[in-house]
Nanobody, 122 residues
Framework: QVQLVESGGGLVQTGASLRLSCAAS????????MGWFRQAPGKERDFVAM??????DYAPSVKGRFTISRDNAKNTVYLQMNSLKPEDTAVYYC?????????????????WGQGTQVTVSS
């Protein structure tokens, strides 16, 4: 069992930066693929970024602006978000998958955090 707790969301202006954190419980954190997803009101939950033993991957809409990283010693995964746009406004969720591969579909993730709100004003 893995418990995930996100933090770092907030209200910022266009062009600002935020860093989201996701703290995980459990002794086998390093073996999980970790992902970030986001969900805007009335929309589906969309893939944002992931990090596995094989590397990282990003949604085209955030590539070059967002960076995912992990600190296995701290059981934490981060999402550095730069050059934020109003269309980045959403609830951001951290998730953990037992699969060690390029995992972008939310159904392939086993554990989820409660989400943190990111709002970007124009």
């Amino acid at each position: 069992q893995v418990q995930l707790v996100e933090s770092g969301g907030g209200l910022v202006q266009t062009g600002a930066s935020l860093r989201l954190s996701c703290a995980a419980s459990g002794r086998t954190f390093s073996s999980y693929t970790m992902g970030w997803f986001r969900q805007a009101p009335g929309k589906e939950r969309d893939f944002v970024a992931m990090v596995s033993l094989s590397g990282t991957d990003y949604a085209p809409s955030v590539k070059g602006r967002f960076t995912i990283s992990r600190d296995n010693a701290k059981n934490t995964v981060y999402l550095q978000m730069n050059s934020l746009k109003p269309e980045d406004t959403a609830v951001y969720y951290c998730a953990a998958s037992r699969l060690n591969s390029r995992v972008v579909h939310p159904r392939l993730y086993n554990y989820w955090g409660q989400g943190t709100q990111v709002t970007v004003s124009s």
